[in-house]
């Protein structure tokens, strides 16, 4: 792919349009290319940045012999637009206050994350103003498939195809946090529970078995069950197990011979995959259970001297990460990772999805002063 044609954003304008310009280009998930077109044309009009692009992610490193390296990274992709009627979430943006740069910033991607991805932009235009340089080595992430399966992740390909750029000391990932550092994530993980019966005419329903009927208990289990809060390295991560999804029934005048329950275990980072797993299977003794999907937690990392000076420039007390982030991947490449970036992570996927616009520009100062 290439950048051609594609008209260049503007990374000096204030962060809060630069992020509402940003959102106007339509990113959905394998959506991304006119957004990582105008990502790149932008960054290769700074000489100081040696710039890489692998489908639609790109890495921008800054090459001046610093001792440390960090790492900012962002991913380009959203989750699809709203389909309710009137939902203010959705492209293109559009400011509450009619004042552009005012107040609150609608639309889909505000918070997850666009308003990140604009600060990581706008400090690789100006960190090196009036003859200034970052105190420490900077590596820009921006990468597409995010909202996907992991599979599909645009972080994944990078590390396969460009772990050698990857080197750092530290990572930040500027998913929203409300400003506030939050160390580590949630691991996630899938299963599904299958219970088996025989199909019938629902008039003879007694020729059958139930397999709806059947998954009761598995359901009963999952409702009962009380999520542990396990405290890592300080921070207090909250788990969740739930059904999420339950599907069976052929149709409405036969008795189910088959149902499966997914099920979602949102697990702390003390634990892998495989010992999340056995909670799940302890629970669930005597169902058939296969884990279809899982990706191991991080732990907070906050003990590095980078990240402990990065909490103290951001002023806040750190807390955990409840959902499952990226700061995942950069853990398993050994590289203490953290999340911090603007907006409310309340509102990410909902078709209210917002900023404010001064969010976005406190997060840029304070990366801007740390890095200086």
């Given at each position: 792919?290439?950048?051609?044609?594609?008209?260049?954003?503007?990374?000096?304008?204030?962060?809060?349009?630069?992020?509402?310009?940003?959102?106007?280009?339509?990113?959905?998930?394998?959506?991304e290319a006119e957004l990582a077109d105008a990502v790149e044309v932008a960054l290769r009009a700074i000489p100081q940045l040696e710039l890489v692009r692998d489908g639609d992610s790109l890495i921008a490193r800054t090459s001046l012999g610093r001792s440390e390296r960090v790492i900012l990274a962002g991913h380009l992709d959203t989750v699809?637009?709203?389909?309710?009627?009137?939902?203010?979430?959705?492209?293109?943006?559009?400011?509450?206050?009619?004042?552009?740069?005012?107040?609150?910033?609608?639309?889909?991607?505000?918070?997850?994350?666009?308003?990140?991805?604009?600060?990581?932009?706008?400090?690789?235009?100006?960190?090196?103003?009036?003859?200034?340089?970052?105190?420490?080595?900077?590596?820009?992430?921006?990468?597409?498939?995010?909202?996907?399966?992991?599979?599909?992740?645009?972080?994944?390909?990078?590390?396969?195809?460009?772990?050698?750029?990857?080197?750092?000391?530290?990572?930040?990932?500027?998913?929203?946090?409300?400003?506030?550092?939050?160390?580590?994530?949630?691991?996630?993980?899938?299963?599904?529970?299958?219970?088996?019966?025989?199909?019938?005419?629902?008039?003879?329903?007694?020729?059958?078995?139930?397999?709806?009927?059947?998954?009761?208990?598995?359901?009963?289990?999952?409702?009962?069950?009380?999520?542990?809060?396990?405290?890592?390295?300080?921070?207090?991560?909250?788990?969740?197990?739930?059904?999420?999804?339950?599907?069976?029934?052929?149709?409405?005048?036969?008795?189910?011979?088959?149902?499966?329950?997914?099920?979602?275990?949102?697990?702390?980072?003390?634990?892998?995959?495989?010992?999340?797993?056995?909670?799940?299977?302890?629970?669930?003794?005597?169902?058939?259970?296969?884990?279809?999907?899982?990706?191991?937690?991080?732990?907070?990392?906050?003990?590095?001297?980078?990240?402990?000076?990065?909490?103290?420039?951001?002023?806040?007390?750190?807390?955990?990460?409840?959902?499952?982030?990226?700061?995942?991947?950069?853990?398993?490449?050994?590289?203490?990772?953290?999340?911090?970036?603007?907006?409310?992570?309340?509102?990410?996927?909902?078709?209210?999805?917002?900023?404010?616009?001064?969010?976005?520009?406190?997060?840029?100062?304070?990366?801007?002063?740390?890095?200086?």
């Open positions: 792919m290439t950048a051609q044609n594609t008209a260049p954003l503007d990374l000096r304008q204030d962060v809060a349009l630069l992020t509402a310009a940003i959102m106007d280009i339509n990113s959905v998930s394998a959506n699809p637009l709203p389909t309710t009627e009137g939902a203010r979430g959705t492209v293109p943006s559009t400011w509450v206050s009619g004042v552009p740069g005012e107040g609150l910033l609608y639309g889909r991607g505000a918070t997850d994350m666009k308003g990140g991805v604009a600060v990581q932009l706008a400090l690789a235009a100006t960190m090196f103003d009036d003859g200034a340089e970052p105190s420490k080595d900077v590596t820009f992430v921006f990468y597409d498939h995010e909202e996907v399966e992991a599979v599909k992740s645009g972080l994944g390909r990078l590390v396969r195809n460009h772990g050698d750029l990857l080197d750092g000391d530290f990572a930040i990932l500027l998913e929203p946090t409300h400003g506030t550092v939050e160390g580590g994530c949630n691991g996630t993980s899938r299963f599904e529970a299958t219970t088996v019966g025989e199909a019938a005419h629902s008039a003879r329903a007694w020729m059958g078995s139930n397999a709806i009927h059947a998954a009761a208990p598995i359901l009963a289990r999952l409702a009962s069950y009380e999520p542990e809060t396990v405290t890592v390295d300080g921070l207090d991560y909250r788990e969740s197990l739930n059904a999420v999804k339950i599907k069976g029934g052929t149709a409405g005048n036969v008795i189910p011979d088959l149902c499966v329950v997914e099920i979602n275990y949102r697990f702390a980072p003390d634990k892998t995959p495989d010992q999340a797993e056995a909670v799940v299977r302890e629970l669930l003794a005597g169902f058939e259970v296969v884990r279809t999907d899982a990706a191991a937690g991080a732990r907070p990392g906050l003990h590095h001297p980078a990240a402990a000076s990065f909490v103290a420039a951001v002023g806040a007390e750190p807390k955990p990460k409840y959902g499952w982030t990226d700061v995942a991947r950069f853990s398993e490449l050994g590289i203490p990772a953290v999340n911090f970036g603007p907006g409310d992570p309340l509102l990410a996927h909902k078709d209210d999805e917002h900023v404010d616009a001064e969010a976005i520009r406190e997060c840029l100062r304070a990366l801007r002063t740390w890095l200086n």
